[in-house]
């Protein structure tokens, strides 16, 4: 059976488009780039959450692994993982989302950096492709393998 979470982190990629529209809504309001910093976060959190919930699914006979993937360390544990598979569609997923996290790292950390509408942009095409991508994960067939070489 299947792990079905309680909340689905589709609903950060609604959120996400809706705080697009807001800023557009408000061209003038103070909290502009308040909006894309956020949006660029809710992004990042849709396809990490769904890219965590196809390996929990594929490795749901594995406890100590699913353990990890829910430490803080798991962000850099999939994305590693990803990128080292021999599956070409994962490797870009993992680089995308790899591209996606430095993103919401800016956004949520580098209060010096000025983020604009083309960050938001590139942080939702990079979310488009990711998640187009998502079901590359189950052709990794080396999985638990993979991810145990890395934790």
Known sequence: ????PRFDPKEFLDFAGKI????????HAFFQEALIRTGISR??????????LRFQAQLKNC??????LNKPSSHGLIIKTLKKSKVKECVELGVNLHR????????????ELRLETIDY??????????LRNLNCISKIRNLE???RAFK
Request: with cysteine; glycine share 0%; aromatic share 16%.
């Open 145 to 147: 393998e993979l991810i």
């Open 63 to 68: 406890p100590d692994i699913l353990e990890e």
């Open 1 to 4: 059976m299947a792990f079905v």
């Open 20 to 27: 697009f529209l807001c800023k557009k809504n408000n061209p």
């Open 43 to 52: 992004f990042y959190y849709a396809c990490f959450l769904s890219v965590r």
């Open 100 to 111: 996606l996290r430095k993103l919401r790292n800016e956004a949520d950390y580098e209060l």
């Open 121 to 130: 942009q590139r942080a939702k095409n990079y979310t488009n492709l990711i």
